[in-house]
């Protein structure tokens, strides 16, 4: 519900609170690739759940276009096709998995899984950046984006290993055309309104603001390997679904 432009029940300090935290998820996003529904999702779900799953990912796409079209070179485009495949049909998925089956269970599997992807990574086990494997982690990302707005996790797997700027670039074009789907997928199933995106469009300067950030900041970190902070992400990532699962229990 909302009154003229302004969302009833929204009030100022919440409305700082959320621009602080969706400017802060952007920055993340703008330098590592993604981070930004890590960051934001379980953060949300206890302060700020009007924000799960719609306004986040609609927040999410324009900025994972923008990262991708700041380096649009870079992308890969074979991988982004079999990522792509993996997320539509892990978002059709997700579409049966909200009428019929139970979330929370979902969610805890999703972050236990992610975790124990971590543990092996930082043990030395080494995902090979392949079609097969980019196909699965996109269909866990678009299981994990549609049903908790955190769909990051699996790709932060399964890409740890790619320079920089194919890594930033490649994710933009993948969550941009995923994050489109799921917020179809959504609408398509009554949880996407009018007054979600009414929320996601006041919060975009400051989502403007945080990547405009992250542009100076990638400048500095130039040629620094982003497998630390991915690993590190997608860890606060599966904990945060665990939280966010918890908050709605």
């Known amino acids: 519900m909302e009154t003229g432009w302004w969302p009833q029940g929204l009030g100022l300090w919440s409305y700082l609170g959320m621009g602080g935290m969706v400017m ?6 703008g330098v590592g690739g993604l981070g930004f529904a890590m960051f934001c999702a379980p953060l949300a779900a206890l302060w700020f759940p009007e924000l799960v799953p719609g306004p986040l990912l609609a927040l999410g796409c324009p900025l994972a276009l923008m990262t991708a079209l700041r380096e649009r070179e870079a992308i890969e485009w074979h ?3 079999f990522a792509l495949l993996g997320r539509v049909l892990g978002t059709a998925l997700a579409m049966a998995c909200l009428v019929w089956l139970s979330v929370s269970t979902l969610s805890f599997l999703f972050a236990a899984l992610i975790l124990a992807g971590v543990t ?3 043990g030395g086990w080494r995902v090979a950046h392949n079609a097969r494997n980019t196909t699965i982690a996109g269909l ?3 299981l994990m984006g549609t049903i908790t707005s955190a769909g990051a996790p699996p790709f932060a797997i399964a890409m740890q290993h790619l320079p920089p700027d194919r890594l930033r670039a490649t994710i933009g074009a993948i969550f941009f055309i995923g994050a489109a789907v799921s917020l179809v997928a959504l609408a398509m199933v009554g949880r996407m309104s009018a007054a979600h995106l009414l929320l996601g469009a006041l919060l ?3 989502m403007l603001v945080g990547f405009t950030i992250s542009s100076r900041l990638r400048r500095r970190l130039a040629g620094v390997s982003l497998r630390p902070l991915l690993l590190t992400l997608a ?3 599966a904990l945060g679904v665990l939280v ?3 908050a709605r229990s």
């Open 79 to 81: 991988t982004t096709g």
């Open 140 to 142: 866990a990302s678009g």
């Open 24 to 29: 802060a998820g952007a920055c993340l996003q």
């Open 120 to 122: 092996l990574s930082l």
């Open 204 to 206: 975009l300067p400051w």
């Open 235 to 237: 860890s606060l990532g």
């Open 244 to 246: 966010q699962t918890l």
